[in-house]
């Protein structure tokens, strides 16, 4: 022992790889990731794709070297299943904000609301809700709004390539619309509430909001926040992954199979035969184990991501 008192042994950081957490209402994106960090044993936990603390749903994290694959993974597309209310507009396009409009949605017909829809639905220009968290000046649009400031967002190009309504609700003035929508990245439900409501003239926000995917991660991968700490609590003494690394990759990317020397080569930084094919793929070596990702550029397929250590 010690002048200091006897040492507490340290825990080995946990293996690499993906937790998908189904995340619970009222907790922000960053609040999931304090409370995995504590739960996996590591500070190096990070996010991809941020929910809304009202959103429920699919949230993935990368656990240890994992994170550097967050920004590579094949996340663009998402779907969600939501409560639109037609009869009101608020002030954050969701039920968390100020009423600012109601209008008797009582009217609204079937074939009005199916018209609305398809025209929100293939390649649109949306402007983006106030309180989302793009940067304005080097500021989140929300810390803006929320401190009183009008913020003008541009439109930008989005695409839903599906936006079902899947029930119909009537209510006292209102019309509730349970929906499912595919969406690329960066498109806002709550700005198709908006502007659903907006077209049929009676105003619109989102009531509910949980996605069930992001890229190829779905609710069949993810796990509650009680079953986590349930796991922690347990023998382990930690929670598990979803998925390692390995799989994490093979799940996202095509794989490449390469021999010992060509897994050497991207090791290391160099680059290997072309894979014939466009985007990312992901690299294994005969230990089956990924080494890396690659693109092809200018007739070789050069790292995009090395997550294997040389030797």
Known sequence: MNARGPQRRQSPPPPPGLLVVDKPAGWTSHDVVGKVRRLVGTRKVGHAGTLDPMATGVLVLGVERATKLLGHLALDTKTYLATIRLGAATTTDDAEGEVVSTADAGGVDEAAVDAGVAALTGDI????????????????????????????????????????????????????????????????????????????????????????????????????????????????????????????????????????????????????????????????????????????????????LVLAPAG
């Open 125 to 304: 220009e949306q402007v983006p809700s106030s309180v989302s968290a793009i940067k304005v000046d080097g500021r989140r649009a929300y810390e803006r709004a929320r401190a009183g400031e009008e913020v003008a967002l541009a439109a930008r190009p989005v695409h839903v390539g599906r936006f079902d309504v899947l029930v119909r609700r009537p209510g006292d003035a209102v019309l509730d619309l349970d929906v499912l929508v595919d969406c690329s990245s960066g498109t806002y439900v709550r700005a198709l509430a908006r502007d659903l409501g907006a077209g049929l003239g009676v105003g619109g926000h989102l009531t509910a909001l949980r996605r069930t995917r992001v890229g190829p991660f779905t609710l069949e991968h993810a796990r509650d926040v009680d079953t986590l700490v349930a796991e922690a609590d347990g023998e382990a003494g930690r929670a598990s992954l979803s998925l390692d690394l390995d799989a994490a990759t093979a799940t996202a990317f095509p794989r490449r199979d390469v021999d010992a020397a060509g897994a050497d080569d991207l090791a290391h930084g160099r680059p290997l035969p072309p894979t014939g094919t466009p985007g990312t793929a992901a690299v294994f070596g005969p230990d089956g184990h990924v080494v890396g990702l690659v693109a092809d550029t200018e007739g070789r397929a050069r790292p995009v």
